[in-house]
C-alpha cells in the first residue's frame, strides 16, 4: 500500500540547510533528491524546519513500505548519496504514513506543501482511543479547513508504529496543514473554532507541532 515518507533529519554543525557553511550539503542534496524522485515517479520534497533552523525533513512518497527500506536504502545509489552525507547530517526519526486508497489517485497529501508555511502534527495516542480520536478529528477539522489563512490538510496514521512502554502498540497520527504564515496558525489557536477542534486532546499521550518552509521540490 502507497505510504508517504517522513524523514527529519539534522544538521550536524547546527546551521540551517540554507546556510552558505552548508552549501556542499545542499548541493548533495540537490543531485540525490532527483534520484529518489525518478525512483519511485513521485515528487519529492525538502522543507526548512522553522523552530530549529538546523532540521530539515524529506517528504517522498513510496509503493510500500518494503519497497523504501528494503530496496532501496540499502541500493548502491541511495547509499552513494547518503554517503556523502553522513559526515555533515544524523537521523532523527524517519517514518512511514499509510495513504488511503481514496487519497492516492488524487495525490492529497500534496496539497498542504503548496503553502508557504507547512505545519506538521504529529499526536501520539494509545491503541484503544484511534476510533474515537479519528471520529473526532473528522467532526471538528472543518473548523481549521475554514479558517483564514488555512491552506490545505492532510493527515494519516504511522504504518511503521512503535511499541509502547509496556510492550503495545503506540499509535500516532501525523497531520500536515498549510498557513500563509506561522502567525496565522497561532490565531487559530485563539479562535473558536479551535476549542472544537481541541476535543481530540482527550485521546492524546503528547503531541509536537512543528512549522517547516518549502527548500526544493523535485518533480518525478
Not at 512518497?61 to 523504501?68: E, G, M, Q, T
Not at 495525490?107 to 491503541?127: H, T
Not at 477542534?197 to 503531541?207: H, M
Amino acid at each position: 500500500m502507497p505510504v508517504r515518507e517522513l524523514a527529519c533529519l539534522r544538521l550536524k554543525n547546527g546551521q540551517p540547510i540554507t546556510a552558505p557553511a552548508n552549501e556542499d550539503t545542499l548541493r548533495k542534496l540537490r543531485e540525490g533528491i532527483p534520484e529518489q524522485a525518478r525512483y519511485t515517479n513521485s515528487p519529492t520534497h525538502v522543507l526548512s524546519q522553522i523552530e530549529d533552523p538546523s532540521v530539515f525533513y524529506i517528504l517522498g512518497k513510496w509503493a510500500s513500505v518494503s519497497r523504501h527500506v528494503d530496496e532501496w536504502i540499502p541500493s548502491e545509489t541511495n547509499q552513494a548519496i547518503m554517503g556523502g552525507l553522513a559526515a555533515d547530517v544524523e537521523l532523527v526519526f524517519l517514518e512511514h504514513l499509510h495513504i488511503p486508497s481514496s487519497d492516492a489517485t488524487g495525490n492529497q497529501e500534496e496539497r498542504p506543501l503548496k503553502a508557504d508555511v507547512v505545519a506538521i502534527g504529529r499526536y501520539f495516542l494509545s491503541d484503544g482511543d484511534k476510533e474515537a480520536f479519528q471520529r473526532t478529528l473528522y467532526e471538528t477539522k472543518h473548523h481549521l479547513e475554514e479558517f483564514n489563512g488555512s491552506k490545505g490538510i492532510w493527515g494519516a496514521w504511522r504504518e511503521d508504529k512503535e511499541a509502547g512502554e509496556e510492550g503495545n502498540s503506540k499509535e500516532e497520527f501525523v497531520l500536515f496543514f498549510g498557513w500563509e504564515n506561522v502567525e496565522k496558525h497561532m490565531q487559530f489557536a485563539e479562535s473558536e473554532g479551535f476549542k472544537e477542534f481541541a476535543r481530540i486532546k482527550a485521546f492524546l499521550q503528547g503531541a509536537e507541532i512543528r512549522h517547516a518552509t518549502l527548500v526544493f521540490s523535485e518533480p518525478p
